[in-house]
């Protein structure tokens, strides 16, 4: 096998940027689309990280993402703050409004944001590990594409609809979680198809309704809930809360949009922010102290905290470096020369 190619954090992250301020896009959404593409790769979350450059560029090309867009605040000093993100990515909407969020969460002790009207491509994990790094609980969701068939049906109607969790912890990292409510991320399926490998049974059903290993017929199909009907459930709900209660687009509105699966989609979503002392004022209890009882009980068990991958793979890079591939390296040569 070929030996990886080393890049530094800081090296790719100019990169990206780069790629993306060279195609037009304004220097606070570069930056802020490239750390959110570069932290993926950094983290080892390939189906976040630089394959997702192909698609922001493809979306950029067909016009359907704003370049310039200008995220817009509106807030009346509520428990609700909206940020418009005016046809523009979702990570400079949401890091313009984060600090608004956080003073209010602090303030009322919950606060929501609403994202309205954005191309959304990341992870989640970004934005509650962020603000549980501000000492806040946070839950952030967001529909996708209509990629994902309800349990017990055989049609795609859900998007893979992910869903993430941060709790603030007193050492280096927070306790978060992100997933998919699809069994795996659709970027997951295409990076087997792109590798040549078979996706694992229970990830999908062909156009048939059969159940397929072939990433292809997976992507052709319809992706499964994980969990059964608790996912779909859990999906459901986010397709309620971060697309009904928002009145933005839900995972199949998103598809009709787009016109088809090769653009990312373009939709609304939700961040709540939750600031445990103030919940548990009254009782007396540290609740940060409180929940250090339970996920210390959790790790004397053996088992991983969900993120303990991600945080020592990012340790392992910022040391070492990014390892990619030949083919990634080449294929960040063709976009700058774009
Ligand atoms: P994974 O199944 O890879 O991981 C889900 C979570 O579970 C992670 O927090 C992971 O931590 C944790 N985890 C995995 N294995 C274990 C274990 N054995 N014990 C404890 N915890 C574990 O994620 P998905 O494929 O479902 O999703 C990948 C990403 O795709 C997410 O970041 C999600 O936000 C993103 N996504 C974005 C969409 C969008 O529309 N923008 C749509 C769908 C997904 P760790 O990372 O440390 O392994
Ligand atoms: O991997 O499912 C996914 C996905 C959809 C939109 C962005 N990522």
Redesign the pocket.
């Known amino acids: 096998m070929a030996e990886p190619n080393m890049i530094s954090y800081a090296a790719l992250l100019a990169r990206v940027e780069t790629i993306f301020t060279t195609v037009g896009v304004l220097p606070a959404a570069a930056k802020a689309v490239a750390k959110v593409i570069v932290a993926g790769e950094r ?1 080892h ?1 390939k ?2 990280g630089i394959y997702r450059l192909e698609g922001c560029l493809r979306v950029l090309a067909a016009g359907k993402v704003n370049p310039e867009a200008l995220p817009e605040i509106h807030d009346a000093g509520a428990s609700v703050i909206e940020v418009d993100a005016k046809g523009g990515f979702s990570n400079p909407a949401f890091y313009a409004a984060q600090e608004v969020l956080v003073a209010r969460a602090r303030k009322h002790g919950i606060a929501a944001l609403v994202i309205r009207d954005c191309l ?6 970004h934005d509650v590990e962020a603000l549980a790094e501000d000492g806040l609980a946070a839950l952030s969701m ?3 594409y209509a990629f994902v068939a309800p349990a017990g049906g055989k049609e795609p109607l859900l ?4 869903f ?1 969790f941060g709790w603030p912890r007193p050492g280096a990292f927070p306790y ?5 409510t ?1 069994v ?5 399926i295409e990076l087997h198809r792109r590798a040549g490998k078979p996706i694992p049974e229970g990830w999908a059903v062909d156009s048939d309704g059969h159940p397929t290993t072939d990433p292809e017929a997976a992507l052709g199909g319809a992706m499964l809930t ?1 969990g059964g009907h608790k996912g779909s459930a859990i999906s459901t709900m986010v397709e309620l809360l971060a697309g009904a209660m928002l009145g933005e687009f839900m995972s199949k509105e998103a598809l009709d949009f787009m016109g088809g699966t090769d653009l990312l ?1 373009r939709h609304g979503a939700l961040v709540l922010a939750l600031d445990p002392r103030v919940f548990a004022a009254r009782s007396g209890r540290d609740p940060i102290a409180e929940g250090e009882k339970l996920l210390t009980a959790i790790g004397a068990q053996g ?9 020592a793979a990012r340790a392992k890079a910022m040391a070492e470096g990014i390892a990619l591939s030949e083919a990634e390296l080449a294929q960040l040569d063709r976009f700058e020369r774009l």
């Open positions: 983290d979350c189906s976040h959304h491509f990341s992870a989640l994990w967001c529909p996708s998007g893979t609809n992910p993430a978060v979680f992100d997933f998919a699809s795996a991320a659709r970027g997951e994980f989609p088992a991983r905290l969900p993120s303990e991958r991600r945080f």
